[in-house]
């Protein structure tokens, strides 16, 4: 029988050797798995992690492994390009940080063994992903196992699957479902055993046959339906010989129809299902990518304490652990490789294997519903070669999975009439009106206008957020980083996304802040702050309660701000959120009154003296904070901006002439949308030229920023990309736009 044995232990590890060691290495750093070496630098935004080869090495005694006929070496996880060696000999070589791969290491095995296995996170044109808002950590980063099994077993090397494909169809209320096995070295006379079990355990349907296909009946089928019932069968695939099994896969799977309407959205089981979640990466502060399982269940457990019942997986295959727990909690599931930001001609078959891989290798898992085929990889614009292999991983995921739809995240702006967006069944956006310009009204219009537009299409919105760390203030404002900002920024686009039924799926960018080591941004560099919940997992925004006043029907009462202690103003205005009907808010003792809102906001006009204890209310459930009155603004609330400074008096501003005060929309009404850039484009040149766009195309990416002032687009644009500029920069631009009369 087959025997998993995990390798996690005992790792020789370095960034320093320059070839495979011929020898055990004896002054190596040991490390467990899983690991990254980019777990520090990867976060501390110096936009210096290491990419480059670095070495595992691991000796062994083929004695201390279970006797078989053969040997697979399974990683789970190597980032980006790895190569495996036993004894010296080059085994294998993968591209694609992401997936499962196996090596038959059986040939190579001596007594005593020395395993190696180099991976490279390196910048190349060839491996996705090369450009990104993320850090791309190298490293053997998820579980590393050795699979002992008989010379007859189900199939461990084609894409890294466990060899078994489960296919359930609805017929009335029963289920067929079709069984279909892969089995390496199959001899003369071996069966294949199938038996379907229960959740209980009990044994619902079973068969024997010489066939590696399958079709069993399961009578009255409970079906899988999200998170309200998130029901699962077990498949158990037994090959035997003489009477006994010498190899067996369980896997678990549901039962389940669903469809994408363009007017009525996502439909499961013939029920309206309207997607609301939000979108997830596999890091976190300290560790890197290098999660252990506790971190997964700490993960979803949050999620699902928001109420969401979707999660995009960004922007790659997530782990194992990871699509089982989806499975399980009833999470809808949106599945990608990370052909992402910059389209590569010459990463074709890269996108190509990498979408093989997550196909094959998650298709038995019911919460997947969408496969997507990439991400804002228009942003510079589209060209025969993009579409092509738009067309190539479109028909290969047909042709592979014909139970599922595809799927594409396109960049804001990306036009309507775009080409590539007739490619994949479904289509998604990424917007972010009211963050990188724009107002926040603007996004539910905009949905309208293609709803309107292309009345067929399934459309969605992919992304959406806003950044906040522990800065605050009672005026919130675009561009800010307050908690307040983002609170006011998500409910108002839950108030606009979330009644429009048409939208299939909405997804919040992010659930958690994650590692970014290139932004410099906010007051803590290495960090995309726009998470529900910051990147150590310990502190819940105001945001996530926000999600969870509409999205969950556990009973609670939030008041936020409760970071937000010292406040100036006389009258300070306090929001509670709740799925509760009614709220009363208490101030000292007094009460402020009961509120109702359908919305599950509630605001409240509280007296600012002295200090002040607040209890918000409803029925049994109670929360409580703390404001006080201060003379002087708190300057731990506020970010202080690095880098150039102009005071405001050092900013020219002549009546009916443009500056950098200006709004962008103000110059492009001026001047044109392309005049308008080229003002720009010197400082966004880097950004530009590592997309590939021009100065033309940067004055269109600029419209979606037409609401932030040019002071604050040059800050934004320049801080990602760390340009230094100087004040005399800033004064000259500012002394050409002084020069542009307003219209």
Avoid at 609 to 615: A, D, N
Wanted: negative net charge; glycine residues 8%; aromatic residues 12%.
């Amino acid at each position: 029988m087959r025997n998993v044995i995990n390798f996690n232990r005992k790792w020789a590890f370095t960034k320093m050797a320059d070839a495979v060691p011929e020898a055990m290495p004896t002054k190596w750093d040991f490390v467990n798995l899983p690991h990254s070496w980019n777990a520090i630098d990867g976060q501390d935004g110096d936009n210096d992690f290491y990419r480059g080869t670095c070495y595992y090495a691991k000796q062994f005694m083929k004695a201390s492994l279970p006797t078989a006929d053969r040997y697979y070496l399974e990683i789970n996880g190597a980032n980006s390009s790895a190569d495996v060696y036993v004894n010296g000999k080059n085994l294998a070589h993968h591209d694609g940080g992401y997936s499962t791969w196996r090596v038959d290491i059986t040939e190579a095995l001596d007594m005593n063994n020395l395993l190696v296995i180099a991976v490279d996170n390196k910048a190349n044109e060839v491996v996705y992903p090369q450009m990104a808002d993320f850090t791309f950590y190298g490293g053997l980063y998820r579980d590393v196992n050795i699979i002992c099994v008989n010379e007859s077993h189900f199939d461990l090397e084609y894409f890294g699957s466990n060899g078994v494909k489960i296919t359930p169809e609805v017929v009335g209320k029963d289920a067929k479902v079709e069984i279909l096995t892969t089995v390496a070295g199959k001899k003369e006379g071996q069966t294949v055993r199938y038996t379907i079990y229960a959740a209980d355990g009990t044994e619902v349907a079973k068969v024997e046959t010489e066939d590696t296909k399958a079709v069993l009946d399961i009578a009255d089928v409970h079906l899988w339906h999200g998170r309200k019932d998130p029901y699962l069968y077990c498949a158990c695939v037994e090959l035997v010989e003489n009477g006994e099994a010498i190899d067996c896969v369980c896997t678990n799977f549901g039962v389940r129809t669903f469809e994408i309407h363009p007017e009525n959205g996502f439909i499961l089981n013939g029920e309206e299902y309207p997607l609301r979640g939000v979108s997830r990466h596999q890091d976190r502060a300290v560790v890197g990518n290098a999660l252990l399982k506790e971190h997964h269940i700490e993960d979803m457990e949050l999620i699902a304490e928001m109420g969401a019942n979707t999660i995009r997986l960004a922007h790659y295959q997530h782990d194992q652990f990871f699509y089982d727990l989806c499975d399980e909690y009833g999470m809808v599931i949106w599945a990608e490789i990370p052909y992402i930001s910059k389209h590569m001609p010459t990463g074709r078959e890269n996108t190509i294997s990498q979408m093989k891989e997550l196909v094959v290798q998650n298709y038995n898992h019911p919460s997947i519903v969408v496969w997507g085929l990439s991400n804002e990889i228009g942003i510079g614009g589209s060209d025969a070669d993009l579409l092509e292999n738009h067309h190539i991983l479109n028909d290969l995921v047909h042709e592979m999975d014909k139970t599922r739809l595809t799927t594409i995240a396109a960049v804001s702006m990306c036009g309507m009439d775009d080409p590539y967006l007739q490619i994949p069944d479904v289509v998604s956006y990424n917007h972010y009106f009211g963050w990188y310009g724009g107002e926040t009204d603007m996004n539910g219009p905009w949905f309208d206008k293609f709803h309107a537009t292309h009345p067929n299409i399934p459309i969605g919105c992919s992304e959406y957020g806003c950044e906040a760390l522990d800065w605050h203030t009672s005026n919130p404002m675009q561009g800010d980083y307050t908690e307040e900002y983002q609170a006011y920024y998500h409910e108002e686009l839950i108030k606009q996304l979330f009644p429009r039924k048409y939208l299939w799926a909405t997804h919040v960018w992010n659930m958690f802040d994650f590692g970014a080591d290139a932004r410099n941004e906010g007051g803590e560099n290495g960090q995309n702050h726009k998470g529900l919940v910051t990147f150590d997992r310990k502190y819940k925004k105001d945001s996530f309660y926000a999600y969870k006043a509409w999205l969950s029907e556990d009973p609670f009462v939030h008041i936020a701000g409760k970071r937000y202690v010292d406040r100036v103003e006389d009258t300070t205005k306090v929001t509670v959120y709740s799925n509760q009907k009614c709220v009363e808010l208490f101030a000292n003792g007094v009460s402020l009154g009961v509120k109702e809102a359908e919305d599950h906001f509630f605001y409240f006009d509280v007296p600012n003296v002295g200090e002040t204890k607040l209890v918000a209310v409803s029925g049994d459930l109670k929360d409580e904070s703390v404001i006080r009155k201060v003379e002087e603004p708190n300057p731990v609330y506020r970010l202080v901006e690095k880098g150039a400074v102009l005071n405001w008096w050092d900013i020219t501003e002549i009546d009916g002439y443009c500056s950098l005060n200006s709004k962008l929309k103000v110059v492009v009404d001026s001047v044109g949308v392309v005049e308008a850039g080229k003002l720009i484009f010197p400082f966004m040149a880097p950004m530009a030229s590592a997309m590939g766009v021009s100065a033309e195309q940067s004055a269109g990416m600029m419209t979606m920023m037409n609401n932030m002032t040019m002071l604050r687009i040059i800050s934004l644009i320049t801080g990602m990309m760390r340009i230094e500029v100087t004040k005399e920069q800033l004064l000259e631009l500012n002394e050409k736009l002084n020069k542009i009369p307003v219209k």
